[in-house]
């Protein structure tokens, strides 16, 4: 050792706690000496811990933490050990993995912070009635937050759970999708469930829901409610407007807590739009009784590896080469002439239901709305006004569930159209701002993957296929009889043409 290295040696009176805090084969002394350069050799119940003094004294302090959580009947995992060691890292005096004031007890665990920012998270939540978390995923942002929703209500401090978030990721309409309202909505809620499951019983969640105890619901629904006695959380808060986040927040009742969640790093509203998150945040931190908790890549706490991924999307970095990559970027022009010159703009909303996609094609919601932005170039004025789509992007059961309860098919379909439910009001009335909602489309992935392959075309490629002939069908397009079918593959040729798509009519396959 060097002059300024020192050793300590540590003492563990329970051989028992001593070899769970050891870990298998040592390796939780392995990650302790990882992180801190120090040395650890251990000898039965004692541990020696050498190297420069500030590195041993965090690693002294991150393994006699873990000892008392293993005292306390705590659990000890390399998740754990991770988290001791951040706080130990930290050198705030305050914190400290097995303190009492930052456990949050539910029915099924007790979930503890793993790092410095979510121990001051936690406390910020108890101590204000408004809390806004920003950071990156696996932070434990909402994670922490429903936990703490759970236990507020277990202590009669509130009276029931309101946990929202915008139901798709670049808009709030849910669309026309057939089935009842949870049916509609559930897929994009399915984070805040997965929360809660940690937390309850199964049984006792769906008894609350029913009761309306724990309320479920798209950020759409808060409008017009005021929000008394509850805790309410909102997820995915960066992909609100400036609107709907003033409007979530003035939802606020008497004897309510609010915590807001989101990633401002990770906004899917269009370029136009300002997140409401940002703008929240900007308004109202400072303001008394509103809390604002960052979190940073070291707070992830999920397997390290999302940690180095989050700080190296942080870092700018130029454009890679496009090399062995199709160019999807092209120049369109309408194939059928707008009347008078008249541009009508579609909004488009994409809902990816299956990860198949994502995986297959990182840039799939872009490939699907330059489909559809293409295709509506050529048919708008069939509309003549501003209009509005939803697609989904599934998988096979998805849509075989849809073909048999709306078309008695027992089977998938590679697209399907379904127009809005409902009387809407005639062409060119006053609809405000609101764009025409025209109808969705549900796409499944394994049977446009068969399908590209038996055709000779790219995923891609047959994926822009299916969005051009889903939003004709929705435009009144049809190729059940001859004369529409032929007109309806003319134009179709026409706009895959543009996008570098081949024929698909050659052999007459959709």
Known sequence: MSSADISRVL????????????????QHLTMVQEATGVQVRSRGNTVELAG????????QEALQSLYRMLKQGQTVDTGTVRAALRFAVSGDARLELSDQDVTIATRKRKVKPRTPAQADYIRNIRAHKLTFALGPAGTGKTYLAVAAAVAAMAAGEVERLVLSR??????????????????KVDPYLRPLYDALGDMLPADLVQRQIDAGSIEIAPLAFMRGRTLAHAFVILDEAQNTSPQQMMMFLTRFGEGSRMVVCGDPDQVD??????????????????VPEIAVQRFSAADVVRDPLVGRIVMAYAKPTSPPPAIGRQQT???????????SGVKRSLEVEVAVDSTDWTERLPDVEQR???AAQAAWKAVSDTVGE???VAILLADDP???????RFRGIDKPTNVLSFEPEGELPPMGSDMGDEPRHIGDIAIAYETVSREAIAQDKTLAQHLSHMIVHGLLHLVGYDHQVTEDRNRMETIERAILAELGVPDPYDEDTV
Request: zero cysteines; aromatic letters at 4%; glycine letters at 10%.
């Open 52 to 59: 420069p003094e500030g590195a041993v004294l965090r690693g």
């Open 368 to 370: 699907v709305q330059q």
């Open 166 to 183: 915008p139901a798709v990721e670049a808009g709030e309409r849910i669309g026309f999708l057939p089935g009842d309202m949870k049916e």
């Open 329 to 339: 970027t092209v120049q369109l022009q309408p194939v059928i002439a707008q009347p």
């Open 11 to 26: 003492t563990f009176a329970d051989n028992r706690l001593a070899q769970q805090l050891y870990g298998e084969y040592d």
């Open 386 to 388: 501003d209009a509005a």
């Open 398 to 404: 998805t849509l075989a569930n849809l073909n048999s």
């Open 269 to 286: 509203l269009p370029p136009s739009t300002a997140s409401g998150l940002a703008d929240a945040v900007r308004r109202l931190e400072g």
